[in-house]
């Protein structure tokens, strides 16, 4: 699953920011090699959501054009059913505007 | 061979067709077309073709041909160049016993004509491929898997010995068309995770296909959780035998909150540069942790 943050100016849709979080699990084999193979798999670092518990996170970014007025923020929560195929879930999209400069 | 194979079938079908229990061989067989007609869903359906209308929606309907490219790599990579092993049935079990439970009443010869099925639908070509995929289409996880095989995997101790001829249901009715036995197991998680977990093959190798189980038994049952898969995956919202899980978005969102809060502003005393602060919080509801299998 990807939690993902993008910010694009909404008159060029340039991308000024973007950021990922991601959860998942990591196979390991006994050498401490990931691996993708079942039979290989003896333990894995568990990266994922954890069942009856909220993951917070925080994204916290500036931005280098002092005179942008407006940004469109995008945060899109996708879940992949396998590595190549990921599925839009949630989003929550904001056109923000900065206050003037004094 | 093949006016063997048709007589058998039609003995098959007939002796049920003539209002006779319906019955499964305790021995093995060694013909794929008579392995695939003995533990057809669709023997089920003329009694409960609302049960195995849900069945076809579900991935335990396409168990094989659903997980092609990890069993080919096992019996290609994992077997024959990992461990050294020749690809005999004793290690096919180890993916099968899962994804086709009847494989257990296949003869040494059938196991290994449908494991090169498997590789042939990975590394074939064309036609070749074709037909091996066309193959797998009719093999799965079928009523038989659950309601009979499977029954005394978790705890063969309590449950005994497993008859062939008798169906194992969860409720506690009987039927005219087979013998019938009330287990309660099959209401209980306990049931889903020898499937659904670490994988322990009767020589003692693991396999991690998913990890389901460990997650809901220390981490949601240990946290006060109280649902069994069953409850979310069968119960809830009539979805009975169509089990959906991670392949549909429908439980998927429902398994999982989401908010955000998104604020602007200006940063840096005298620089004032454009800020952005995103505050996202994502609550996994599910009895087990997200993503698995």
Known sequence: MVLEVTAKDPETGKVLYHDTRKYFEIGLDLDGFMRYGAWQIKEIVDLTLQPLKTQHERFFFTFAQKDLEKAEIAVNVYYYISGKKGDLIYQVKKLVEFPEMP | ?293
């Open chain 2, 1 to 293: 061979m093949a006016l063997l194979v048709s007589i058998f079938i039609f003995l098959l079908f007939s002796s049920f067709s003539m209002a006779e229990k319906l019955t499964f061989p305790n021995q093995l067989i060694d013909d794929f077309d008579t392995f695939v007609a003995t533990y057809d869903a669709k023997r089920c359906a003329e009694c409960h073709e609302d049960v195995y209308e849900e069945w076809k929606e579900s991935y335990h309907s396409r168990s094989m041909i659903s997980s092609i490219k990890g069993i080919a790599n096992f019996f290609t990579v994992g077997v024959p160049k990992e461990w050294e092993k020749e690809l005999n049935k004793q290690e096919i079990i180890k993916c099968l016993d899962c994804h086709l439970p009847q494989i257990k009443f296949a003869t040494e010869r059938l196991a290994q004509e449908i494991a090169t099925y498997m590789i042939k639908a990975k590394i074939g070509k064309g036609k070749e491929k074709e037909e091996a995929r066309a193959k797998l289409k009719k093999l799965n996880l079928s009523c038989y898997g659950c309601h009979n095989i499977k029954i005394a995997g978790t705890a063969p101790g309590i449950t005994g010995h497993i008859d062939p001829n008798v169906i194992y249901t969860s409720g506690e009715g009987e039927s005219d068309a087979h013998e019938t036995e009330h287990t309660p197991i099959l209401k209980r998680a306990f049931f889903c995770v020898q499937c659904h977990g670490v994988y322990i093959a009767p020589d003692g190798e693991s396999t991690y296909c998913n990890t389901l189980s460990g997650s809901y038994v220390h981490n949601y049952i240990g946290q006060g959780g109280r649902k069994t898969c069953q409850e979310c995956h069968m119960y809830a919202k009539g979805r009975g035998h169509r089990m959906p899980g991670g392949h549909d978005l429908e439980i998927v969102k429902e398994g999982i909150d989401f908010q955000a809060e998104i604020r602007a502003f200006r940063y840096g005393v005298g620089k004032w540069v454009p800020a952005v602060n995103v505050e996202a919080f994502l609550t996994n509801k599910a009895g087990h942790r997200i993503p698995d299998g």
